[in-house]
Each structure stands twice: as structure tokens, then as C-alpha cells.
């Protein structure tokens, strides 16, 4: 009887055995198809793929750019990293916990440069610690078809580096790169919307242009208090407040 039944257990898995080696052929399968078709990942030590940004905060970052994610992106913020369009830029919107916005002449988040807005590059990559995103103009609840796809394609000049993983964010910005050295710099850029002393880029550069050592901001002058006048001084007109804009990266101030 046990001999039957040995026999009966052999049989089975002889049959079943093919059957199990094809599903993990195909789930081997399946798991090439995820990459199919994507350019290869470039070389983090590729000094024409590394952006290297000076921060007033005392040190150097640098940042890993992925071509193969976001190839217009990437030559945007080369190009414009280029013309030396970043040095002296603010972060002018940073949200404890969330992340640090820069990247606008303005610096109250409406600017970007001369050159046409970026279409969207939306891809696998995720908003860990750490990744580079494209800002852009956000669409208000219940636009048409037409307006968030006008927004989704607004990205320009502007970035923000990401402080904690924000998955809500994936496949809605376009992530082009990632912080891969000196990111305690970007942990003590100054907080605010706008901050009351922002944080700013002193010089971006391609390492492949063999930029120079870091050479730290210089101290900032105290401020002066204007002297007493006998006659009281007209008080300032004050604008409105603008309303508190949403908890997401966006190109243009609401």
C-alpha cells in the first residue's frame, strides 16, 4: 500500500513538474517585460550626469541626473546650469517634512526662464529622500481635461528636492535625478513660505566641466537701524494675504 502511494506522490510531481517550470519561465517573463524598452541607467560616477549645487548652507550637493527617466528635463536643468541661471536663486518654498522648492528668478514661485516649458516626463522613478523633481503649475479640483494637461506640461526651470518619501507624488511630477552626496546640506536649507532668510544656490555646475572647490557664502552684514525721525512715518501699504496654497510642488503661487 505504501508503495502505491509513493508511487501515486511520484507520478504527480512528474507531472506537475513541467507545468511549474513553465509558470516560472513565464514569471521570469514578466519581470523583463517591467524594463523592457528603457534606456539604460547612466553611470553615477558620469561627470556629464552629475549637477553639483553650492548652498549657502555650507557645502556641496550633488545630484545623480537620469536621461534615461527624463531626457528633457535633464537637458533643461543642464543647459540652464549652464548659463549660470541658477547661481544666486532662493529656495522660496519649503515644507518641513515635505520638500524644498528653487529654480525661480522671482523667487515667489510665478518665474521661470526664457525657454519654452517642459512637457511632461512622467516615470517609474519614485519620491524617496532624496529625488529631484520638476515643478510645475498645479490645476485646480474639477478642471477640465484641457487645463491639467496645460499644467502637467508648465514645467520650466523650477525643482524641488524631496526631505521625506512622498509616493503620493509618483507619475504626477517628473523626477530626474536624485541626491546622492551632501544631502545634511539639504536638510538645514531654511524653512518657509517664502522663509523670512532663505537659503540659497551660490553656483550650479556640471561636473563635466570641472567646476571649482566649494567656496562657502560670505557672512551676511548685520542689519542697520534706521535712526528716529521727529515726524512719525507713514505706515506701509500692506498687500492682501494671498490664500495659503496646497501642500504640493507647483510652478505658480495660487
Not at 512528474?14 to 524598452?37: I, Q, R
Not at 535625478?177 to 546640506?185: A, D, K, L, T
Not at 571649482?212 to 515726524?231: D, G, H
Amino acid at each position: 500500500m505504501r508503495f502505491v502511494a509513493s508511487l501515486f506522490v511520484f507520478l504527480l510531481a512528474f507531472l506537475a513538474g513541467p507545468a511549474f517550470a513553465d509558470k516560472k519561465k513565464d514569471d521570469a517573463k514578466s519581470a523583463v517585460v517591467t524594463t523592457a524598452g528603457r534606456p539604460p541607467i547612466p553611470s553615477a560616477t558620469d561627470p556629464e550626469n552629475l549637477l553639483y549645487l553650492d548652498l549657502s548652507t555650507g557645502g556641496r550637493v550633488i545630484i545623480w541626473l537620469r536621461p534615461d527617466a527624463a531626457p528633457k528635463m535633464v537637458e533643461r536643468v543642464k543647459t540652464l546650469t549652464r548659463q549660470h541661471f541658477y547661481d544666486g536663486l532662493l529656495f522660496h518654498r519649503v515644507i518641513e517634512g515635505f520638500m524644498a522648492q528653487t529654480g525661480d528668478p522671482k523667487g515667489d514661485g510665478t518665474g521661470g526662464s526664457t525657454l519654452p516649458d517642459v512637457p511632461a516626463e512622467f516615470n517609474w522613478l519614485p519620491h524617496v529622500r532624496g529625488a529631484v523633481s520638476a515643478a510645475r503649475e498645479g490645476s485646480a479640483e474639477g478642471a477640465t481635461v484641457e487645463q491639467v494637461t496645460k499644467a502637467e506640461n508648465s514645467a520650466n526651470s523650477q525643482f524641488f528636492i524631496v526631505f521625506n518619501p512622498n509616493m503620493k507624488l509618483d507619475k504626477k511630477y517628473t523626477i530626474f535625478g536624485r541626491v546622492i552626496s551632501g544631502m545634511e546640506y539639504v536638510d538645514t536649507i531654511a524653512r518657509g513660505e517664502p522663509p523670512t532668510r532663505p537659503s540659497r544656490i551660490l553656483h550650479a555646475y556640471v561636473a563635466a566641466d570641472s567646476p571649482p572647490a566649494y567656496v562657502p557664502a560670505p557672512p551676511a552684514p548685520e542689519p542697520t537701524i534706521a535712526p528716529a525721525t521727529l515726524a512719525p512715518s507713514k505706515p506701509a501699504v500692506k498687500p492682501m494675504l494671498k490664500a495659503k496654497p496646497a501642500a504640493t510642488p507647483k510652478k505658480k503661487a495660487a
